[in-house]
Structure formats: structure tokens, C-alpha cells
DNA sequence: TATTGTTATACTCTATAACTATA
DNA sequence: TATAGTTATAGAGTATAACAATA
């Protein structure tokens, strides 16, 4: 333990530091913001490893899911995610066969982007677990509590 | 626009997404804790530009400031920053002569880190301008509502 | 002329192994 | 034997420039 063998008395200068006094930082919404959500994405990471998922891969499958025929583009500025970085996250999906791209009825240039069965069962799956995940999460947010906090975080970005 | 020469009737199959529905993924804590963070650390990177700090490099002035002496060990384990990582971190600021290195009063292995003069003076305004930067990022929320929100997310951390 | 998807590439952030001085 | 600080380095994530095909 650090400064465990200071006397009480030697307190004046240079004294060791017991703990860390936090409390400047967590009055800011930025800090509370950022450590909260590091805690739910390690929930997340190892709840999603059993599928070899990232947030990032089940973001881009859960909106093509609810999306069928939804273009890269979109999902870049949906998940704020910059076009050349979509590319390898879209080429590893469809390698794993999770997603197929489809000519896109109206753009020649653009691909529509489509769930594979195999895709929709993985999704699925992965879905119910992200929804596990959240309630181990939030543990100790009521549900009220719960509804609260999103509806305040989705004040902030919408 | 996208689709935006879809007929509306043209609904069946291989349609061109006009809107991303993104319903699913706005039920998840996860996804709203994100966006919510990084609206924040956008308004933070532009507003601290000026003072060239990082969100790092603030946390660990401010921590400093409020806990004379502690150690880099100390600012990892309460950081989340891995030992490796924070020594440029400090390097830089040193450099800066923002930050000083001093002899740790009972452990040789250790230095005591202190805010020098001209560390004290950014951080003061730097400190200014994150409270300032807050109630512009949380805007559209009452100071009521800013401090349940604080409260969850703290209770989802702590 | 602008946009979609793409390649190449650079930069930043984060992680691991190993070393030294000291506890 | 363990820990604080450090070096070197690898890997992941994020950014910009430029190109072909198409709008």
C-alpha cells in the first residue's frame, strides 16, 4: 500500500498520498460519462466474445438486421465510423458469411447489405445476450432508474 | 440523399433505405452511454485546444492539483492508464514545466508529483473552461437533471 | 462536379515483455 | 519476492489523401 508506513503526524509537506481525492473530476459529466461507459463496454467485451464480436461488428450487424438493403455509407455516419475503416469490418463479416452484399436497386456504386442465415441466427442470439449484459450492467439501477439514464444520455446527443 | 428517388411504392423487397432505424441499438445503455461520451469529448477537444491538453493530460494535471505528491502509480491504478503509457504522458508535461518530479518523502522507487507555478495557473483556467464546456455540452438538461444523471452513472461505475 | 466504395498509409491509443532500482 | 518507473515494441483504433466507377 502506498504511504501505509507514514505516521498520521507527517502531514505537513511531502507527504504520501493515501487516496486519491477524485472528487474535482466527478463533478464533471464528461468523467462520470467516460468511466461509466468503460465499465459497460468490458461487460460487453467479454459477453460478446463467445461470438467473436466487437461492438463496432455487432453495431454494423444489428443495423443491417433492422435495415436490410442499408448501404456502408450509411452505417459510417450512423455509427460515426470513417468509410476506409468500414471496409475491413465489412470484408471480415462477409468472409465470416454473417453478411452478403447485394447490388443496390437504384446506385450502382453502392451495395445493399444483407443479414445471411447464419447472420440472423448468430444476431439473434447476440442481441439477447447484449440485452443480459446490460441488465448484469446496470445492476444497480432500478428499471425506472435505467429509463431515466437514457432518456438524459439521449438528451445530450440527439 | 439516399433513396431519396425511391418511389414510396417500391416497398417490398430490395428497397433503398430512406432513414437507419436505429431503435434497437438506442434500447441498449451501452450505445446511449457512448454517443453521449463522445458528444462530450468533442465539445472537451475544442475547448481545450487553446490550453493544448488532452482529456489525459487535464485528469492528470487536475489530479495532481488536488493530491500534491502522488505518485505515477497512483494516477494509473485511478486513471485506467497502464504504467507504460502514462510515462510520456508525464514526460510531456515536465517538459512543459507544467509538472514537477520531486523525491517520494519514504519510497525511493517513486516520485512526488506537484503542479509547478505555471501548472497552477493553466489548470486553474483549464478547470474554468471544463465547467464551462460542461454546461454547454448538457445544455438541454436542467441542473436537476444533471445531477441524476451524474448520480446513475456513477452508480453503474462506483 | 459530387458521391460510393476502396486502397494505401500515417497517426494515436492501448497492451505486453522485460529491465533497473528499491522495498 | 514484489513493486515503481521505465524502455521498447506490438497491436488496435482512428485519420487523411487519392483513385475508379457511377450519380
Redesign the pocket.
Known sequence: M?GS?QTPQAAKTAQAIERVDTRFLETLLGYNARRATLVIVEHFMRRMAPYDL?I?DFSVLSLIAHNPGV????L?STLG???????AI??LLEKRELIE?QP?P??????GLHLSPDGEVLLRQAEETATVLEDEAAARLSAAERKTLMRLLQKIYR
Chains 1, 2 share one sequence.
Open positions: 502506498p508506513t466487437r463496432v448501404t456502408s455509407r450509411q459510417c465510423v470513417l468509410p476506409p475503416n468500414l471496409v465489412i470484408d452484399r443496390h437504384s446506385d450502382r456504386r453502392a451495395n
